[in-house]
């Protein structure tokens, strides 16, 4: 643990996630409780009602929390391996998070500020989980000869 | 015996270097493996995502809904059933919201068996607009449909041909054909929608959501004919949520 907070861009990216399950659980539950989310931008209701907003039986919100989930999972395994997922993980939200943002700006013709919100924190994910997978590793020490 | 030893110390740093060098570009190529590796996984996931999302979003069918449900029923403008049935429930939609369609689809047919038909229940449907300007062309369309007593066979036809919100779907040839399947005039259809008549019923409805205080759709009051009506609050568009909720009022009713 103590070596994760040592850390910086895993630090980062755990307080992201964090906030990325906060964003996704809030709208999760709104959708499930069929209520209006607090909203700013006036596009809120507009995206919530479009047929977008749902895969198969699966509201987008419900797997926004899954991925975040999945990342947070992933910043805890050690070694490469784990940075890999976390980069998988994150490029899969971030790929998304462009079609997402596409179709509010072009298609439901709406902005919600949640999903923006959701998409930027995304992005700085992504960011932050290729910086730690392409960093130099520290060089390893010669063998004794 | 000192220019061999330190020969000796260059070649194994050599050596060490070598290593070194050779270790670090099998790191870097595992590592943009893994990257390889990642990026088509999260291809394939991302585009699997969009086809399902693109394919979910919208039909243009030619489906004809469920016109014969309201055989029999008294219609008037908006209003579906016995005008003196004890209690009224006043939907508000929009015709391109897909949760609309789907109650229209799953959870309106039981009701209309069940408390329409019998008349202990009336119903008002009011179309708001807030989608986009397909919505407006909707709206408008239906409340001229009302203006043929056939409203209900209107919207349900509408709702079953639903396609991707204000893809710009809802032409001309859509509206014309919709009243033909809901067995309304089209030519009177199309003629009634640009009165002031209809502009006004789609105002009405707008007001009645603001001061009821609807925010999304589908949304339901309930209450005594005549009377006050209050929210109905449903978690799930299941025909139970709605049977409890009417049949509690029906029983305060008597």
Same mark, same amino acid.
């Given at each position: 643990?103590?070596?994760?907070? *040592?850390?910086?861009?895993?630090?980062?990216? $755990?307080?992201l996630?964090?906030?990325?399950?906060?964003?996704?659980?809030?709208?999760?539950?709104?959708?499930?409780?069929?209520l @209006?989310?607090?909203?700013?931008?006036g596009?809120c209701?507009?995206?919530?009602? @479009?047929?977008? @907003?749902?895969?198969?039986?699966?509201?987008?919100?419900?797997?926004g929390?899954?991925?975040?989930?999945?990342?947070?999972?992933s910043l805890?395994?050690?070694?490469?391996?784990?940075r890999a997922? $976390?980069?998988?993980?994150?490029?899969?939200?971030?790929?998304?998070?462009?079609?997402?943002t596409?179709?509010?700006?072009?298609?439901?013709?709406?902005?919600?500020?949640?999903c923006?919100?959701? *998409?930027v924190v995304?992005?700085?994910?992504?960011?932050? @989980?290729a910086?730690?997978?392409?960093?130099?590793?520290?060089?390893?020490?010669?063998?004794?000869? | 015996?000192?220019?061999?030893?330190?020969s000796?110390?260059a070649a194994?740093?050599?050596?060490?270097?070598?290593?070194?060098e050779?270790?670090?570009?099998?790191?870097?190529?595992?590592?943009?493996?893994?990257?390889g590796?990642?990026?088509?996984?999260?291809?394939?996931?991302?585009v699997? !995502?969009i086809?399902? %999302?693109? %394919?979910?979003?919208?039909?243009?069918g /030619?489906d004809?809904g469920?016109?014969?449900?309201?055989?029999?029923?008294?219609?008037?403008?908006?209003?579906?059933?016995?005008?003196?049935?004890?209690?009224?429930?006043?939907?508000?939609?929009? !015709?391109?919201?897909?949760?609309?369609?789907?109650y229209?689809?799953?959870?309106?047919?039981?009701?209309?068996?069940?408390?329409v038909?019998?008349?202990d229940?009336?119903?008002e449907?009011?179309? !708001?607009?807030?989608?986009?300007?397909?919505s407006?062309?909707?709206?408008?369309?239906?409340?001229?449909?009302?203006?043929?007593?056939l409203?209900?066979?209107?919207?349900?036809?509408?709702?079953?041909?639903?396609g991707?919100?204000?893809s710009?779907?809802?032409?001309?040839?859509?509206?014309? /054909?919709? %009243?033909e399947a809901?067995?309304?005039d +089209?030519e &009177?259809?199309?003629?009634?929608?640009?009165s002031?008549?209809? %502009?006004?019923?789609?105002t009405?409805?707008?007001?009645?959501a &603001?001061?009821?205080g609807?925010? /999304?759709?589908?949304?339901?009051?309930?209450? +005594?004919?005549?009377?006050?009506?209050?929210?109905?609050?449903? &978690?799930?568009?299941?025909? /139970?949520?709605?049977?409890?909720?009417?049949?509690?009022q029906?029983?305060?009713?008597?």
């Amino acid at each position: 643990m103590s070596r994760l907070w *040592a850390d910086r861009p895993t630090t980062v990216a $755990t307080i992201l996630t964090l906030v990325g399950i906060g964003i996704a659980g809030y709208l999760t539950y709104v959708h499930y409780e069929g209520l @209006s989310p607090v909203c700013t931008t006036g596009g809120c209701e507009r995206v919530q009602a @479009s047929s977008y @907003s749902e895969i198969g039986p699966i509201p987008v919100a419900l797997l926004g929390l899954i991925g975040y989930v999945l990342i947070l999972f992933s910043l805890f395994v050690p070694g490469e391996l784990g940075r890999a997922m $976390t980069f998988m993980f994150t490029l899969t939200g971030f790929a998304f998070s462009i079609y997402l943002t596409y179709l509010e700006l072009f298609v439901i013709d709406a902005i919600c500020q949640w999903c923006v919100g959701s *998409a930027v924190v995304m992005t700085l994910l992504f960011i932050a @989980s290729a910086v730690r997978l392409l960093r130099p590793a520290a060089p390893a020490r010669p063998a004794p000869g | 015996m000192s220019s061999r030893s330190e020969s000796k110390k260059a070649a194994r740093e050599a050596r060490l270097a070598a290593e070194q060098e050779e270790a670090a570009k099998q790191r870097r190529q595992r590592t943009w493996s893994l990257i390889g590796g990642a990026v088509l996984l999260a291809a394939i996931i991302v585009v699997a !995502l969009i086809v399902i %999302s693109s %394919s979910d979003s919208g039909d243009d069918g /030619s489906d004809s809904g469920d016109v014969a449900l309201f055989d029999g029923i008294p219609q008037s403008g908006n209003a579906l059933g016995d005008p003196d049935a004890p209690l009224t429930m006043v939907e508000f939609a929009d !015709l391109q919201c897909p949760f609309c369609k789907e109650y229209t689809a799953n959870v309106l047919p039981d009701l209309v068996e069940k408390y329409v038909k019998s008349g202990d229940l009336r119903m008002e449907l009011n179309l !708001l607009t807030f989608i986009g300007p397909d919505s407006q062309t909707l709206a408008a369309s239906a409340y001229a449909a009302g203006d043929q007593d056939l409203m209900w066979q209107w919207t349900d036809t509408a709702y079953a041909r639903q396609g991707t919100e204000n893809s710009g779907y809802v032409d001309s040839d859509f509206i014309d /054909s919709v %009243s033909e399947a809901a067995g309304a005039d +089209p030519e &009177q259809v199309n003629q009634e929608a640009g009165s002031s008549a209809v %502009s006004q019923e789609i105002t009405k409805a707008a007001d009645a959501a &603001q001061q009821a205080g609807i925010s /999304s759709t589908p949304s339901f009051l309930i209450g +005594p004919t005549g009377g006050d009506l209050t929210n109905l609050d449903v &978690q799930q568009l299941e025909t /139970s949520q709605f049977e409890d909720a009417i049949d509690q009022q029906l029983s305060d009713a008597k």
